[in-house]
């Protein structure tokens, strides 16, 4: 659950008349295009716009494989974010998302049948902070789901450190699975130096299980009945944009859990599957098949799965 962004990218320097190419993109979108293409049958419950784009946006999610079935449409306008990303794959964003239709999203478009039914509901910290009314329903979920799954994604151009810190602690009790980043995150909203600290604070505020992402290194995984684990990361094969990675990581990890695989397991897929992404332009620009993501975490597995030092 949370908002889609109409995308404006570029490989160039911003400016007048220079080629750009048009996507459809979020980190909502991203983690559900990467959770159906892991396997799992995915709805998308986002409000867009009772027009041509909102139309548009919804066939981009039927060709991604999820139901569009809990979408809403409503008079407004989309978020739309313009990305310049260098041959590094290094971003940056400028958005224009103040009152869009997607922050109109509220506690009564969460249907407590279906989020009760669902196998996990994922949402993040993007949600809670681009309106009260999404922050409300993110928090209504939350309390509905037999799994939940939130992401921090703090974004200090929309939320203050105090505000996300307070949002993380309030959520983590009714977590089923918190995935912050490293460092940023775990020292921004939970003042932790380092991962393993970061994931032991989270369980001890009563998150189930917690897979802390550290970039290229790896990420660190604690949970129920699970010593403390590190999962190396999987080289990319090739770097285009970074757009989307984490969410392809959240995505194919929750798919992988809610379909029988255990959180390591899941986490290693979750790593595959993000270094597949950066392979393409956009934050849905190249979403791998279960399959590729399988052979890719297969590769040299050495070192894969250890405990730390």
Request: glycine residues 12%; negative net charge.
């Amino acid at each position: 659950m949370g908002e889609i962004l109409v995308e404006v990218a570029t490989d160039v320097a911003f400016a007048h008349g220079v080629p750009a190419q048009l996507g459809i993109s979020g980190d909502a979108l991203n983690v559900a295009a990467a959770a159906a293409a892991a396997g799992a049958r995915v709805g998308l419950l986002s409000v867009l716009t009772d027009d041509d784009l909102g139309r548009a946006i919804a066939a981009r999610i039927v060709e991604l494989g999820i139901s569009p079935d809990l979408l809403k449409f409503r008079t407004g306008q989309q978020g739309v974010y313009l990305v310049h990303s260098d041959p590094d794959g290094q971003r940056e964003f400028s958005y224009a998302r103040s009152g869009s239709v997607g922050s109109s999203l509220g506690p009564d478009d969460v249907d407590p049948a279906v989020i009760s039914a669902a196998g996990a509901v994922v949402a993040g910290g993007i949600a809670c902070a681009i309106s009260a009314s999404s922050r409300a329903a993110v928090l209504k979920a939350a309390a509905l789901a037999k799994r939940f799954v939130f992401d921090p994604n703090f974004r200090p151009r929309l939320t203050s450190v105090e505000d996300a810190a307070a949002v993380l602690l309030q959520l983590a009790p009714r977590a089923f699975l918190v995935t912050p980043s490293f460092p940023g995150e775990t020292s921004a909203l939970l003042d932790c130096a380092t991962a393993v600290g970061a994931a032991e604070r989270l369980r001890s505020l009563g998150a189930r299980n917690v897979a802390v992402t550290c970039g290229a290194e790896g990420v660190q995984v604690e949970g129920e009945g699970l010593d403390s684990t590190w999962i190396d990361s999987i080289p990319a094969p090739a770097v285009v944009d970074q757009t989307g990675a984490g969410d392809a990581f959240v995505g194919t990890l929750t798919a992988r859990i809610v379909l029988g695989d255990t959180l390591p397991v899941a986490a290693r897929y979750g790593a595959a599957a993000a270094s597949l992404v950066v392979g393409g332009k956009g934050g849905t620009g190249f979403i791998p098949t279960f399959e590729q993501t399988r052979a890719h975490a297969a590769g040299p597995a050495e070192g894969a799965l250890s405990s730390p030092a």
